[in-house]
T-cell receptor, first 109, second 112 residues
Framework: GEDVEQSLFLSVREGDSSVINCTYT??????LYWYKQEPGAGLQLLTY?????DMKQDQRLTVLLNKKDKHLSLRIADTQTGDSAIYFC?????????FGKGTMLLVSP | EAQVTQNPRYLITVTGKKLTVTCSQN?????MSWYRQDPGLGLRQIYY???????DKGDVPEGYKVSRKEKRNFPLILESPSPNQTSLYFC???????????FGQGTRLTVV
């Protein structure tokens, strides 16, 4: 089955850029997603990219997809303390979404 | 407002006492699924349903049952809960499999 890997922890200072990385194994995946989970809350969709795209920008968020290397990244520009959360990469297969274990982003003032 | 509603949000129960966690969506989505979230393990899929009366096992189905008698509801049933089912559970729905998933707020279950 699909395997999705993420680094577990990232710490940045407020105002810096954050880059969260994700690798996956199934090259036939169609949609790839980034979800955010704040403490005590469910998962909220941040953004997604279709597999025929290389890049997608949405305000402070930039998603890069390297299909050859099966590598997905999420860049958050001008990171704020409110961005502190767990970020999940998710890859769509035929019948399911497979999630990475999540990257905890800690933003310090 | 488009949403996925789970109940209860918190539940403490004893080993062996049957329980049901309800999940309802108001978006007319075809696809619904259940996940459990455990520290260090991320989200793992328990069961999913592509449509009414169609359910399939996910990665960790042991000890769980589901049913999909109506499009909007997808309850998760634990016939005989055990302590290793202590976890945070999420229900999710999407228009079709693989598309944007909407998540409920989660149910924190403790089995003692």
């Amino acid at each position: 089955g699909e395997d999705v890997e993420q680094s577990l922890f990232l710490s940045v200072r407020e105002g810096d850029s954050s880059v969260i990385n994700c690798t996956y194994t199934d090259s036939s995946s169609t949609y790839l997603y980034w979800y955010k989970q704040e403490p005590g809350a469910g998962l909220q969709l941040l953004t997604y990219i279709f597999s025929n795209m290389d890049m997608k920008q949405d305000q402070r968020l930039t998603v890069l997809l390297n299909k050859k290397d099966k590598h997905l990244s999420l860049r958050i520009a001008d990171t704020q303390t409110g961005d502190s959360a767990i970020y999940f990469c998710a890859v769509a297969g035929y019948s399911t979404l497979t999630f990475g274990k999540g990257t905890m982003l800690l933003v310090s003032p | 407002e488009a949403q996925v509603t789970q109940n209860p949000r918190y539940l403490i129960t004893v080993t062996g006492k049957k329980l049901t966690v309800t999940c309802s969506q108001n978006m007319n989505h075809e696809y619904m699924s259940w996940y459990r979230q455990d520290p260090g393990l991320g989200l793992r899929q328990i069961y999913y349903s592509m449509n009414v009366e169609v359910t399939d096992k996910g990665d960790v189905p042991e000890g769980y049952k589901v049913s999909r008698k109506e499009k909007r509801n997808f309850p998760l049933i634990l016939e005989s809960p055990s302590p290793n089912q202590t976890s945070l559970y999420f229900c999710a729905s999407s228009q079709y499999s693989g598309q944007e998933a909407f998540f409920g707020q989660g149910t924190r279950l403790t089995v003692v």
